[in-house]
């Protein structure tokens, strides 16, 4: 399962555009890799007190298969946000899909280029009342210092499912660390509980006499393909993984890297495997109004979805591409075919002065009039990446989007992916076409 935080259809849109105009096309025609895919489907995305929804509740539908309350994660909806007890109760702990993968024998594993204890990787593993919770120290700002509540990286690291995980590959060291700890990149650990995660994961591995190996860098992880560990846990950031278009390219592995990494390893079991990719800064990108960043990463993740199509057999591997939640670009205006998707519209505002092909709604983007008169951008250089795309109302951070998205699939059982339903039914149809899982299997 391929997941783009925040990949509204209008991204979309955009980002094959911008790919197309990259190769001096016009670019409205371009395709990205799973646009390809045999079947699309909408997912309505909301969750059970959010008309607009979290990647966190988001996580709990689209993994475990219940809609959940925003915040919280693989815990039902009888959890509240930030309540300290209620998720380590069994009976409020929803199972994920890499869950049902592994007991059916079959192997799991994450990939995201955010931290790895983010709100939409977590879904797989964790249950949790607050999705803020990645280390002990952030559970004890909200719960005091004997919090029963477990973090999101202890849970990784010590609970099932996550303990058992082949592998498990994004950003996000400083979760792991002592805050009296310096990364290998210099950022310090968050940890007050003194425990040091990432050497506690390779404790756990020697005690049941598995192979593994912890890698920081691109060099190490494509080592680690060659040696093929029986676990592989990479952290390459002490935070989330670099933009693509920021990243150093020789330290940090692309998305496509990790997946082809990731797939490589699972693919080893007979029985199959489940696993999760997410291009996790899409969402980063359009919180900043950093359009042409949430456009770059979306095309890094049809790059990933391209190198899964190629390693994997359309015949016995299904593969679903979709989103979380929408955020709020619009793509506005009577521009011509082939006009900059990242310049002005052919068209002036009553006011005569120019406006952006793509706006936001809000964000900080927004700039005040100056004497009655709105600013005219085009002045700036719209193609650098720090640019912000204009929004009509201030805000800190852009918000997400209530609308639909899209779901694209290929492989076995595809076609029942099309239609308009619950995002909360993706998880079910997915362990449907794999026979695993509690519900009804296609090899039944
Ligand atoms: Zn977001």
Redesign the pocket.
């Given at each position: 399962m391929f997941l783009g935080?925040?990949m509204s259809v209008p991204t979309l849109t955009a980002a094959r555009t911008l790919m197309g105009q990259r190769d001096n096309r016009p670019g409205e025609e371009s395709q990205l890799a799973f646009e390809a895919f045999p079947t699309v489907g909408l997912a309505k995305t909301y969750c059970v007190n959010a008309q607009i929804a979290?990647?966190a509740c988001t996580a709990s539908a689209y993994l475990c298969g219940v809609k959940a309350n925003r915040g919280t994660i693989g815990v039902t909806a009888a959890v509240p946000r930030f309540h300290c007890v209620a998720a380590e109760e069994e009976q409020h702990q929803l199972s994920s899909i890499a869950a049902w993968a592994l007991e059916d024998g079959r192997d799991a594993g994450i990939v995201t280029t955010t931290r790895v204890t983010h709100a939409s990787p977590a879904g797989a593993y964790a249950h949790t009342a607050a999705r803020d919770w990645e280390s002990d120290a952030d559970a004890r700002v909200d719960c005091g210092t004997d919090a029963v509540q477990r973090d999101i990286a202890h849970q990784l690291v010590h609970s099932y499912p996550g303990n058992q995980f082949k592998v498990i590959l994004g950003g996000g060291r400083r979760e792991f660390l002592p805050d009296t700890v310096i990364d290998e990149e210099g950022t310090p650990g968050r940890r007050s509980d003194g425990k040091n995660l990432i050497e506690q994961w390779q404790v756990d591995k020697i005690s049941r006499n598995v192979s593994y190996q912890y890698v920081w860098n691109r060099d190490q992880l494509m080592s680690a393909v060659e040696s093929q560990p029986d676990y592989l846990l990479g952290l390459f950031e002490g935070s989330h993984m670099q933009y693509h278009m920021q990243a150093n390219k020789t330290t940090e592995p692309s998305l496509a890297e990790l997946t082809e990494a990731a797939i490589k390893a699972l693919s080893r079991n007979e029985k199959g495997f489940f696993l999760f990719v997410e291009g996790g800064r899409i969402?980063?990108a359009?919180?900043d109004n950093l359009v042409h960043l949430a456009l770059d990463e979306t095309i890094e993740l049809s790059a990933a979805v391209a190198r899964a199509t190629e390693l994997l057999s359309e015949e016995d591997s299904l593969i679903v591409v979709t989103s979380d939640?929408a955020h709020v670009m619009s793509i506005n205006g009577y521009t011509y075919r082939g006009g900059d998707i990242l310049g002005p519209s052919d068209d002036l505002g009553d006011d005569g002065i120019p406006y952006m092909t793509l706006s936001y709604s809000n964000g900080p983007g927004y700039r005040p009039y100056s004497n009655g008169v709105r600013e005219d951008v085009t002045k700036y250089d719209y193609h650098d990446i720090e640019f912000l795309a204009p929004a009509a109302v201030p805000l800190e951070s852009e918000t997400?989007g209530g609308d639909d998205v899209a779901v694209f699939a290929r492989g076995p059982q595809h076609q029942m992916f099309s239609g308009l339903y619950e995002q909360s039914q993706l998880p079910h149809l997915m362990a449907y076409a794999a026979c695993i899982g509690p519900g009804l299997h296609a090899c039944d």
């Open positions: 935080d925040g979290d990647s969402d980063h359009h919180h939640h997400h």
